[in-house]
């Protein structure tokens, strides 16, 4: 079959309407894509959507104040997370405030991986301590990070009760094992701040609770109003 000449019939000339048909095309995107800037930017002027509820309530910078702009929120919040030191310590949801510290005094505190982000207790209370109210430097803060870190990730296969189980139990266990050093390292770390106590591993298979420190084996103290057991020599807990 032949196909039609372009300029058959007195129609509009096929070769012509190739040319301008893209065109027309490209113009009206273009027209679109104007008048989707234009919105955008009536938006951006109307959109002063800081909300007092959405922002992060660290200390430290500048808060923007509810009717601000949202460029002026995203700077805050970058600046915000950039200047928080301690930002590996902050949980990713927010600690309940009920299980925060609520202590205006903080006397003792201890160690103890908790399967979140911040390891730093209240003995008193029992309570998660938001790192500003002891106020511990960057290094301290980092190594609190990593050493939660690392007991999270055998405290994580001792509970995943595998193939691992038993070695993760023996790493735990061992008062000589890295884990365990840098565990009392942070306790001598934290001391300037508040008296400070590590938590011991303890596989609580049979419910009896232990008569002697499993360190160096001198009676264990009750903890009075808490479930705890004290040796302070070791300055444990179980
Ligand atoms: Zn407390
Ligand atoms: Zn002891």
Redesign the pocket.
């Known amino acids: 079959m032949i196909a039609p000449s372009p300029f058959s019939g007195g129609q509009f000339p096929r070769a012509l309407f190739l040319t301008f048909a893209p065109l027309r095309g490209a113009n009206a995107r273009v027209a679109r894509l104007r008048q989707a800037a234009r919105l955008a930017r009536t938006d951006l002027r109307r959109e002063p959507v800081v909300r007092p509820d959405f922002l992060p309530r660290q200390s430290g910078v500048t808060r923007p104040l509810p009717g601000q702009k949202v460029g002026q929120l995203a700077r805050y919040a970058i600046e915000t997370i950039m200047k928080d030191i301690y930002l590996k310590l902050r949980p990713l949801t927010g600690t309940p405030k009920e299980e925060l ?3 205006k005094e ?1 006397k003792e505190i201890y160690l103890a991986y908790k399967l979140g982000t911040n390891p730093v ?7 998660e ?1 938001p790192p500003e109210k002891l106020g511990y430097d960057i290094k301290t803060a980092e190594s609190i990070a990593s050493w939660n870190t690392v007991y999270g990730a055998l405290y994580v296969l001792w509970l995943n009760s595998g193939e691992y189980e038993g070695w993760a139990r023996e790493r735990l266990l061992d008062r000589q094992g890295q884990v365990n050093k840098e565990g009392f390292e942070l306790i001598n770390s934290l001391d300037p701040f508040a008296k400070a106590y590590y938590l011991w591993f303890h596989e609580n298979c049979d419910e009896t609770e232990p008569s002697e420190c499993p360190l160096c084996s001198a009676p264990l103290q009750p903890r009075k109003q808490r479930r705890f057991l004290l040796c302070e020599h070791c300055r444990i807990l179980i």
Do not use: D, V
């Open positions: 510290c609520n202590c903080i207790h209240c003995l008193q209370c029992n309570g301590i």
